[in-house]
């Protein structure tokens, strides 16, 4: 029996590298060329109208990747035969960039009809959304195909949540073959973004590795009680700016979430943040590389899943 299920693993671990295989930078290049042109100007667009949407793209690519791998099952609704993603407690009141996406794939279907799926729009646009916002560049590689369903159990418990302490935030990455330097890394996405009281209150009202002025400033706008969707910066340096501040604020305990500060509070990661705090250049290259690694969780590829015409639905 052990032998059947080591074979077992063996041969999914080869279909998964398989489909890793099967994406390419170039996979548009003769089927639409136009698409990569075509999904950065209307992230450009949607950024400079709100520069929080740069942070909220980035985030849904995050939060598709991580729940059953990067196929775009985030974005469809609910229907009569499964419960979507949309709602889970991670996402709930929370995901946003709905119909910015739906905007992107209603111009690239202008371009070049079902060709392009809502997977690679999120991946393109997150990378687009990082850039537009000062931050490094990087390769995107294509050709990832779309989910015909969608699991809310499967969101619930495969997504970090901002109260996890470090070996839970470890673990959820490692469940996704992502190391502790890819999980420091993709967390400086929070040098951009914001985040609701309800995430930060237990933080700024009972912690005590926090710096108490930067606490007593949050609590004028996240009460002990009420005021749940209050807004607060990520980075309460530069938040609308992609860059290696938020790890100079995690060396002075200004971690907005109870999980960011985690990753330096006397623990195997306080070394990796000092360094990013002081070396852009190495959080950059470190950023880039997670962002691939994690791009390439899961793929449906070939004939595998479909190409919607709608995000939000199946075909």
């Given at each position: 029996m052990a032998s059947l299920s080591l074979a077992f693993a063996l041969v999914s671990s080869l279909f998964a590298v398989a489909a890793v295989a099967q994406l390419s930078s170039t996979f548009y290049d003769t089927s639409c060329p136009n698409a990569l042109?075509?999904?950065?100007s209307a992230v450009d667009s949607a950024v400079a109208k709100e520069n929080r949407m740069g942070a909220s793209l980035l985030r849904l690519h995050f939060h598709d990747c991580f729940v059953n791998g990067c196929d775009g099952s985030l974005l469809l609704d609910d229907t009569a035969n499964f419960t979507g993603e949309k709602n889970?407690?991670?996402?709930?009141?929370s995901v946003r960039g709905f119909e910015v996406v739906d905007?992107?794939?209603s111009q690239v279907e202008a371009v070049c009809s079902q060709t392009v799926s809502c997977a690679d729009i999120l991946a393109v646009a997150a990378r687009d959304s990082v850039v537009a916002l000062g931050g490094p560049t990087w390769t995107v590689?294509?050709?990832r195909r779309d989910a015909t369903t969608a699991s809310?159990?499967?969101?619930n418990s495969n997504l970090p949540g901002p109260q996890f302490d470090l070996s839970a935030l470890i673990s959820a990455f490692s469940n996704k073959g992502l190391s502790t330097t890819?999980?420091?890394a993709l967390s400086g996405a929070?040098?951009?973004g914001k985040a609701r009281c309800v995430t930060f209150r237990t933080r700024i009202y009972n912690e005590t590795n926090i710096d108490a002025s930067y606490a007593a400033s949050l609590q004028g706008n996240c009460p002990s009680a009420g005021g749940d969707g209050n807004l607060a910066d990520l980075d309460v340096q530069t938040p609308t700016t992609f860059d290696n501040d938020y790890f100079a604020n995690l060396v002075n305990q200004k971690g907005l979430l109870h999980s960011d500060q985690q990753l330096f509070n006397n623990g195997s990661t306080d070394s990796l943040v000092s360094t990013y705090s002081s070396d852009a250049s190495q959080f950059s290259s470190d950023f880039t590389a997670a962002m691939v690694k994690m791009g390439d969780l899961e793929p449906l590829?070939?004939?595998q899943g479909e190409i919607r015409i709608n995000c939000r639905k199946i075909n």
């Open positions: 042109s075509t999904i950065k889970a407690l991670p996402n709930q009141n905007d992107i794939k590689k294509l050709g809310q159990s499967a969101a890819d999980l420091v929070h040098t951009i590829t070939g004939s």
